[in-house]
């Protein structure tokens, strides 16, 4: 595995050690380098040096050329208005750094951090007994995508999902499933994800009706609740049921959204339980909760409600039951103590942010959170419709996230069957790229949206060849695996000795790009600036096509080879950067 350093951090290496060289005085300077539509990059630095110097700033940048190495990386430089240096890179050096990544195998050339740590991240946090809907695609795509991307830097990574498996509503269910036995078996033993749901739906209508209309259920719903939390084993053995019948549901709709759950990563609310009267001695022995009208709370001078009171985080209540704060300063405990995290990230609604913010402050009242203990909520924003308000059925329900899979999928398949008889795709490919563009056009859609926004669920767009979504990009990936098809004995190789056309280094440049644009990306948590690096990568590629033809026997074999070279590149670049964003991409559409 070797690292290679991209061609901006070569240049911007090379113009800070020209700035110490020719101005000594100014001690560490940043050349801010970014790149231009003038040169390749411009270096803006030379302005603020110049003042800070009481300086003139052409003056400084001719003294910054002078002492800058020619020749290697550097093809030209240019002082340009009041001090900014344009500069154009060598074309060898632009096929030599494209070829040392090609020569990194899956990893093409992007380092791993040299001081990882352990990242805990929260996500896909669906409640037992409940069906799953649109509410829970953005916490389980964009979870994904990050535990994909921080892996790939070489962060520690321990998945966790909280599911909601613990709570009154309980007592309820295994009341009725103790005087109804049987509702959750399945004949023949074994049941799929739908059989599962139903089932369930099944039980929790039943009781829901018991509960409202009979007292006496009621009351021996809420004893169930204290023997569940108490421990009792015949209420725990039906609690379990629920859990495991869940789980078979929740299985079949990760499997349906292309992403590995897996058992051990699934610590609910319930993995906490035995904590919680521990977590609240803690906090009221050190003075960080104080009792309140009976409750255990936690106050801040900057969480105020409507009428200007000040509004508590509530850890313990008056009845003396346990609220979400309690299981969440827990899980903290447990996964900084016990997991030995460093960071915390919780993919969780926008709409929870003050009660993150104030667990968050809670934990680092009580010492649990600190410099070197970090948690950060990846607040997201609303799926919306077309209309612009919140996503829902004709009927106003919310929609279900097995059904709008489902009808992407179907979307998607219909696209493929339209253009399969041009490339003579078989039924089995059909169906199968169907469910990988109807899936890819959910999670791109999701993800090339900054998270905390809210955006449009548009099937018609998102399943469109054009514009930024996940079948152009899956489309110009299995376009270039036709080209590599058709090239016969011609085979991709770098010819660093070669001039390059303009649409081939802006698509060199753009290539040398992605190990920067993932480090920005799992530093910031922001998947989306990877969903915009590879929409702009398949740009470039549509204009290489258009201005440089690749296959052709009016062009040289190393120019052939050298094509070849950067249109291989540029796939597995793509192939790796949607990998990451949890999206396939099929060798045939």
Same mark, same amino acid.
């Given at each position: 595995m070797?690292?290679v350093?991209?061609l901006?951090?070569?240049l911007?290496?090379?113009?800070a050690?020209a700035?110490?060289a020719?101005?000594?005085?100014?001690?560490?300077a940043?050349?801010?380098?970014?790149r231009?539509?003038r040169?390749?990059f411009q270096?803006?630095?030379?302005l603020a040096?110049?003042?800070?110097l009481?300086?003139?700033?052409?003056?400084?940048?001719?003294?910054?050329?002078?002492?800058?190495?020619?020749?290697?990386?550097i093809?030209?430089?240019?002082?340009s208005?009041?001090g900014?240096?344009?500069v154009?890179?060598?074309d060898?050096?632009?096929?030599?750094?494209?070829?040392?990544?090609?020569a990194?195998g899956?990893?093409l050339?992007?380092p791993?951090?040299s001081?990882?740590?352990?990242?805990?991240?929260?996500?896909?946090?669906?409640n037992v007994?409940?069906?799953?809907?649109?509410?829970h695609?953005r916490?389980?795509v964009?979870?994904?995508a990050?535990?994909?991307?921080?892996?790939f830097?070489?962060?520690?990574?321990?998945?966790?999902h909280?599911?909601?498996?613990w709570?009154?509503?309980f007592?309820m269910?295994i009341q009725?499933?103790?005087?109804?036995?049987?509702?959750?078996?399945?004949?023949?033993g074994?049941?799929d994800?739908?059989?599962?749901?139903s089932?369930?739906?099944?039980?929790?209508?039943?009781?829901?009706?018991?509960?409202?209309?009979?007292?006496?259920?009621k009351?021996?719903?809420?004893?169930r609740?204290v023997?569940?939390?108490?421990g009792d084993?015949?209420?725990?053995?039906?609690w379990?049921g629920?859990?495991?019948?869940?789980?078979?549901y929740?299985?079949?709709v990760?499997?349906?959204?292309?992403?590995?759950?897996?058992?051990?990563?699934?610590?609910g609310e319930?993995?906490?339980?035995d904590m919680l009267?521990?977590t609240c001695?803690?906090?009221e022995?050190?003075?960080?909760?104080v009792r309140?009208?009976?409750?255990?709370?936690?106050f801040?001078?900057?969480?105020k409600g409507?009428?200007?009171?000040?509004?508590?985080?509530?850890?313990k209540?008056?009845n003396?039951?346990y609220?979400y704060?309690?299981?969440?300063?827990?899980a903290?405990?447990?996964?900084v103590q016990?997991?030995?995290?460093?960071t =915390?990230?919780?993919v969780? &609604? #926008?709409?929870?942010?003050? /009660?993150?913010?104030?667990?968050?402050?809670? +934990?680092? @009242? *009580?010492?649990?959170l600190?410099?070197?203990v970090?948690?950060h909520?990846l607040a997201?924003?609303t799926?919306?419709g077309?209309d612009?308000?919140p996503f829902?059925t004709?009927?106003g329900?919310?929609?279900r996230?097995?059904d709008?899979?489902?009808?992407?999928?179907?979307?998607a398949t219909a696209?493929?069957r339209?253009?399969?008889?041009?490339?003579g795709?078989?039924?089995?490919e059909?169906v199968?790229?169907?469910r990988?563009?109807g899936?890819?056009a959910v999670?791109?859609?999701?993800?090339?949206?900054?998270a905390?926004?809210?955006?449009?669920?548009d099937?018609?767009q998102m399943?469109s060849?054009?514009?930024d979504?996940?079948?152009?990009?899956?489309?110009?990936?299995?376009?270039i695996r036709?080209? =590599?098809r058709?090239?016969? &004995? #011609?085979?991709?190789?770098a /010819?660093?000795?070669l001039?390059?056309?303009? +649409?081939? @280094? *802006?698509?060199?440049?753009?290539?040398?790009?992605?190990?920067?644009?993932l480090?920005?990306v799992?530093?910031?948590?922001?998947?989306?600036?990877l969903?915009?690096?590879?929409?702009?990568?398949?740009?470039?590629?549509?204009t290489?096509?258009?201005?440089?033809?690749?296959?052709?026997?009016e062009n040289?074999?190393?120019?052939v080879?050298n094509?070849l070279?950067?249109?291989?590149?540029?796939?597995?670049?793509?192939?790796q950067?949607?990998?990451?964003?949890?999206i396939?991409?099929p060798?045939?559409?």
């Amino acid at each position: 595995m070797a690292s290679v350093p991209s061609l901006a951090s070569t240049l911007q290496q090379q113009l800070a050690d020209a700035l110490t060289a020719a101005l000594p005085e100014a001690g560490t300077a940043d050349p801010l380098l970014r790149r231009s539509d003038r040169a390749d990059f411009q270096a803006n630095g030379i302005l603020a040096l110049a003042k800070k110097l009481k300086g003139n700033p052409r003056e400084l940048a001719s003294k910054v050329t002078a002492a800058l190495p020619t020749g290697a990386l550097i093809k030209d430089i240019e002082v340009s208005g009041p001090g900014f240096l344009n500069v154009t890179l060598t074309d060898r050096a632009i096929t030599e750094t494209l070829a040392a990544r090609a020569a990194d195998g899956d990893r093409l050339g992007v380092p791993l951090k040299s001081a990882a740590g352990t990242t805990v991240i929260d996500y896909a946090q669906p409640n037992v007994a409940k069906e799953m809907h649109v509410g829970h695609l953005r916490s389980a795509v964009i979870g994904d995508a990050m535990v994909q991307i921080l892996e790939f830097t070489g962060e520690n990574v321990v998945r966790r999902h909280h599911i909601g498996d613990w709570g009154t509503q309980f007592g309820m269910l295994i009341q009725y499933l103790f005087e109804h036995p049987g509702e959750l078996e399945h004949e023949g033993g074994k049941a799929d994800g739908e059989a599962a749901m139903s089932s369930l739906n099944r039980v929790y209508k039943a009781s829901r009706v018991l509960f409202d209309s009979d007292e006496e259920f009621k009351a021996r719903s809420r004893d169930r609740v204290v023997a569940l939390q108490a421990g009792d084993p015949e209420t725990l053995a039906l609690w379990q049921g629920f859990v495991d019948e869940s789980k078979i549901y929740f299985y079949s709709v990760f499997n349906k959204l292309d992403m590995e759950i897996a058992d051990p990563d699934i610590v609910g609310e319930s993995g906490y339980n035995d904590m919680l009267e521990e977590t609240c001695r803690i906090l009221e022995e050190t003075g960080v909760a104080v009792r309140s009208e009976g409750a255990l709370c936690v106050f801040f001078d900057d969480v105020k409600g409507p009428d200007g009171n000040p509004v508590p985080l509530i850890v313990k209540k008056t009845n003396g039951g346990y609220g979400y704060a309690a299981t969440d300063l827990s899980a903290i405990r447990d996964r900084v103590q016990n997991l030995k995290a460093d960071t =915390l990230v919780y993919v969780v &609604d #926008a709409r929870q942010s003050l /009660h993150f913010k104030m667990v968050f402050e809670t +934990a680092r @009242r *009580a010492g649990w959170l600190n410099e070197d203990v970090k948690a950060h909520q990846l607040a997201f924003g609303t799926v919306l419709g077309k209309d612009g308000k919140p996503f829902k059925t004709r009927e106003g329900t919310t929609v279900r996230l097995e059904d709008l899979l489902d009808e992407a999928v179907e979307r998607a398949t219909a696209v493929v069957r339209e253009k399969a008889g041009k490339v003579g795709l078989s039924e089995e490919e059909i169906v199968e790229n169907g469910r990988y563009v109807g899936v890819g056009a959910v999670k791109y859609a999701d993800l090339s949206t900054s998270a905390v926004r809210d955006y449009k669920f548009d099937l018609d767009q998102m399943v469109s060849l054009n514009g930024d979504t996940s079948v152009y990009l899956q489309y110009a990936y299995a376009r270039i695996r036709s080209i =590599l098809r058709k090239a016969g &004995d #011609a085979k991709p190789a770098a /010819h660093p000795e070669l001039d390059l056309a303009p +649409a081939e @280094r *802006a698509l060199g440049l753009h290539l040398d790009q992605f190990g920067a644009v993932l480090e920005e990306v799992a530093e910031g948590y922001e998947p989306h600036k990877l969903a915009a690096y590879l929409y702009q990568l398949a740009s470039h590629l549509t204009t290489f096509y258009d201005q440089c033809q690749v296959l052709s026997d009016e062009n040289p074999a190393e120019v052939v080879e050298n094509r070849l070279f950067i249109v291989e590149l540029t796939a597995r670049t793509l192939h790796q950067g949607m990998k990451l964003l949890g999206i396939r991409t099929p060798e045939r559409l």
